[in-house]
C-alpha cells in the first residue's frame, strides 16, 4: 500500500490526489460538502443554518486538509516560475 496519496502541485500551494486512496478522499470529502448544502434548506432559521454550514464545512474540510497534508510526498511549499 503506498505510503502517498497525494503528490506536490507543480504550480501553487497544495497537493493534488495521486493514488486511488486520495481520490477516494477527495470524492468523499465533495460528497459531505454536498450533503452538507443539501440539508441546510431544511433548517428555517437563517442563524442556525450558517452555523451548521460553517461549522459542518470546518469539521469536513479540516480533517482532510490536516490527511493530505500529511499524506503528500515532499510537504506543502508555494511552487512558481522559478
Same mark, same amino acid.
Given at each position: 500500500?503506498?505510503?502517498?496519496? #497525494?503528490?506536490?502541485?507543480?504550480? &501553487?500551494?497544495?497537493?493534488?490526489? /495521486? %493514488?486511488?486512496?486520495?481520490?477516494? *478522499? ?7 460538502? #454536498?450533503?452538507?448544502?443539501?440539508? &441546510?434548506?431544511?433548517?428555517?432559521? /437563517? %442563524?442556525?443554518?450558517?452555523?451548521? *454550514? ?29
Amino acid at each position: 500500500m503506498p505510503r502517498y496519496w #497525494f503528490r506536490q502541485k507543480t504550480f &501553487g500551494y497544495g497537493a493534488t490526489p /495521486n %493514488t486511488w486512496q486520495g481520490w477516494l *478522499l477527495t470524492v468523499a470529502c465533495c460528497a459531505c460538502l #454536498f450533503g452538507l448544502v443539501l440539508a &441546510g434548506p431544511a433548517i428555517r432559521d /437563517n %442563524t442556525v443554518r450558517a452555523v451548521w *454550514l460553517v461549522l459542518g464545512a470546518v469539521v469536513i474540510v479540516v480533517p482532510f486538509t490536516i490527511i493530505a497534508w500529511r499524506k503528500t510526498e515532499g510537504g506543502w511549499r508555494w511552487r512558481g516560475d522559478d
